[in-house]
Structures are given as structure tokens and as C-alpha cells.
């Protein structure tokens, strides 16, 4: 009984985490330079394998060049790889965040329109429906849907 | 009352300036002068603006992206992304950060024109923009 009380306790601990596992530690020049042209991407969300390619590939990165000075890249990518995802789930060959097992998991409820409403376009706007993102918070309570609708509509 | 004149005076000659310079495009004109640009040409930079190259297939300029209405916003012809206006007019934080400006003309050239720019080209573009 003892045993179930335990797993019981540490399947509540996972579940619970999932919102909180996208937290990361404040790094004012990775919101700045990533976040110039979009959402910087939780570093949780690549492996350090993934976030290597895509620091080494700056000049072509998804078809625009994205180059940074020497030192800021290595100081972006030692942040990114130090705090990158460990789990297969969290690896893309392609290196888009968004066709991870993960991704796609997380959201699998999402019917195909909504990807593709004028407000959301691609599947990494993460701002078209997360309110809150960055470093805080990801949570679900805080999502809204296209048309301006919550969650809980 | 000649300490007012004297006043009115300096005030005219910080008047003078012209509105169209931030510290940070003096200093990047002067570095592209002491790295062997001559006077900066508008008129040039105007030209390239909407200079063509192919580039993997695709004809590119400053203009697919940007647009030629300054005070408007540009949007990226494969992200989408949303380009701040290039006029200081509308956009008060344009040309004001060195490093700012020498990243994204590496970066841009590039995307544009294959290549990067050469400080000539800079000059001429920086001159022309704060002019808008």
C-alpha cells in the first residue's frame, strides 16, 4: 500500500510539473537576441544536441540569416545547452521545436484550422495563444484560443 | 538681456543641426569614412534600395521586405515577421544603437544581396534612411 501511496505521489509530482518545467532562468541577452524576431524559445524544448546545429547554422536559420558576433553566440549557447530538454521526446532531426514528439503531443487537441487562422498562421506563434511566455509561465489557465476565446470556452 | 541673446544664439545653432543624425549614425559615418567610404551619396543609397539580386532562386532587395513607404511598417517575405518602420519619424529608436544597425546590415545584405555590403554601400543607405 505503501508502495502505491509513493507512485501515486510521484505521478502527481510529473503531472504537476509540466507546466513549471518551461520556467528557466533569466538570461536578459537570449530574450533579447532571440526575442527580437520571435518568441525565444524555452531551451527545455531542444535537446543540446539540436540547440549546437541550430547556434552553428545561424547564417541560413529557416531561411533568413540570423548571425550573431562571436561572444554572444557562445554566451547564447552555453545557456541554451545548459539548459536544454534530456528526453528523446524533446528531439527534432529538423531542428523545429515544433515537430518534436513533445510538440505535437502537447498539442494534440489542437484541431488543424486553428493552426492555420490568420491570427496564428504557423504552429511556432506561440504568442497567438500563450499569454504568458518567456521565462514565467506556460500554464494552460493561460491560454486563449483564436477569436479571442479562453481556454474554458 | 545679452545673456538672453546669448542664449537665443546657442539655441539657433543646436537648431541648425540637422534633425535627420543620431550619435549613432555619426559615429558609424565616421567609421565608414576611416574605413575608406567617401562623402556619402543618398541618392545611391535610394538606388539600392531597390536594387535586385538573385539570391537562391529568389529576386531580393531592402524593398521586398521593408517596402518603400518609410513610415510603414515592412513584413518579412518568409516569416511574416512584422519590420518595425524604417523612418525616425514614426520610429523614434531607429539608428540609435551602433551595434545594433552594423548587426542587421550584415545580416540583411546577406539575405539580399548575397553578400555583404561594402561601408560605401552602408554610407549611402544610412545617409538615405535618416533622411526619410
Redesign the interface.
Known sequence: MKRYALMFCLLAAVQHTQADDLKVPKNALWEKECGACHVAFPPQLLTADNWQAMMDGLARHFGSNAELEARERKAITDFLVANAGTLARHRSASLRITETVWFKREHRSISPKEWVHPDVKTPSNCKACHNVVGHTSWAERDLRRTGGRSEQD | MKRLTAMLMVLGLFAAVPAHATPASDTLLAKYKSEGAKAPDAAKGKKDWTREEVVEGEKMSCATCHGSDFSKPGK?H????VIEPMSMKVNAERYTDVKKIE?WF???C??AWGRECTVQEKADFLTFLLAQ
Not at chain 2, 518568409?78 to 515577421?81: A, D, E, S
Open positions: 518579412h518568409k516569416t511574416g515577421k548587426k550584415k545580416r540583411n546577406k539575405d
